[in-house]
C-alpha cells in the first residue's frame, strides 16, 4: 500500500524557517518524481514545487521561488522541503504527492499544516 | 500560467441524478503530437486529501467507479457523475498538466439536493 507521510508543520513567525518531510512506503520512491501541493484554509489546491527521480531536475511556483527548496533522499525514502523568509501567505496544508513524472498526481499524503503568524 | 475555470462553484443535486461539473482552460491542453490531452480530475472529501479520478481528460484511476467519467478536448472538460451517491458529496478540482505550472480549478462543491 502506497503512504506517504507529512511532517514538520506547525507554527512560525514570519521570516522563519521551517523543513518539512514526507516518508514514503509501499513503492519504488527512487522511481517516481514527487511534488509539493499546498492548499490554504477553506481554498484551492496550489501546485508548490517537484522533483525528478534523484534530485537532479526541480522546480519552483513563482510564489516560492528562491524561498523553498525541494530536495530527496532516495536511501530514506524521504522527500523534503526546506521554507525560509515565511510569510502569512504559506498558511496552508502542505501535502506530499506522488507524481506520474510532471504530469498527474496519483497519491496524496494526509498533509501537514503549516501556519505563518505572529 | 493556464487559468482552469470551473462551473459552477457549487452544485446540489438528488440522490441517483447526474451531476456535470465543467472546466475550462485558458489555452489548448491538448498536445498535438499524441493527442492528449493534459487534464486530471481530483474527489476531496471533507477533512481528506484530494483523491485522483481521472487522467487523460477521460481515463479512470484503477478503483474509481464508473459512475465517473469524463469527456472533453482543447480547452472545454466534463466530468459526469452518473446516478450520485451520498459518499460523492465533495469538492471536484480539475487540473492540467501541460504546462508548468501546473495549475488547478478553484473547485466545484457537490451536495446532495
Known amino acids: 500500500e502506497v503512504q506517504l507521510v507529512e511532517s514538520g508543520g506547525g507554527l512560525v513567525q514570519p521570516g522563519g524557517s521551517l523543513r518539512l518531510s514526507c516518508v514514503a512506503s509501499g513503492f519504488t520512491f527512487s522511481s517516481y518524481w514527487m511534488h509539493w501541493v499546498r492548499q490554504a484554509p477553506g481554498k484551492g489546491l496550489v501546485w508548490v514545487s517537484r522533483?525528478?527521480?534523484?534530485?537532479?531536475?526541480?522546480n519552483y511556483a513563482d510564489s516560492v521561488k528562491g524561498r523553498f527548496t525541494i530536495s530527496r533522499d532516495n536511501a530514506k525514502n524521504t522527500l523534503y522541503l526546506q521554507m525560509n523568509s515565511l510569510r502569512a501567505e504559506d498558511t496552508a496544508v502542505y501535502y506530499c504527492?506522488?507524481?506520474?513524472?510532471?504530469?498527474?498526481?496519483?497519491?496524496w499524503g494526509q498533509g501537514t499544516l503549516v501556519t505563518v503568524s505572529s | 500560467d493556464i487559468v482552469m475555470t470551473q462551473s459552477p462553484d457549487s452544485l446540489a443535486v438528488s440522490l441517483g441524478e447526474r451531476a456535470t461539473i465543467n472546466c475550462k482552460s485558458s489555452q489548448s491542453v491538448l498536445y498535438s503530437s499524441n493527442n492528449k490531452n493534459y487534464l486530471a480530475w481530483y474527489q476531496q472529501k471533507p477533512g481528506q486529501p484530494p483523491k485522483l479520478l481521472i487522467y487523460?481528460?477521460?481515463t479512470r484511476e484503477s478503483g474509481v467507479p464508473d459512475r465517473f467519467s469524463g469527456s472533453g478536448s482543447g480547452t472545454d472538460f466534463t466530468l459526469t457523475i452518473s446516478g450520485l451517491q451520498t459518499e460523492d458529496v465533495a469538492v471536484y478540482y480539475c487540473?492540467?498538466?501541460?504546462?508548468?505550472?501546473?495549475?488547478f480549478g478553484q473547485g466545484t462543491k457537490l451536495e446532495i439536493k
Open positions: 522533483s525528478d527521480t534523484v534530485g537532479s531536475s526541480t
Open positions: 487540473q492540467q498538466y501541460y504546462n508548468t505550472p501546473s495549475t
Open positions: 487523460w481528460a477521460s
Open positions: 504527492v506522488r507524481g506520474f513524472y510532471w504530469y498527474y498526481f496519483d497519491y
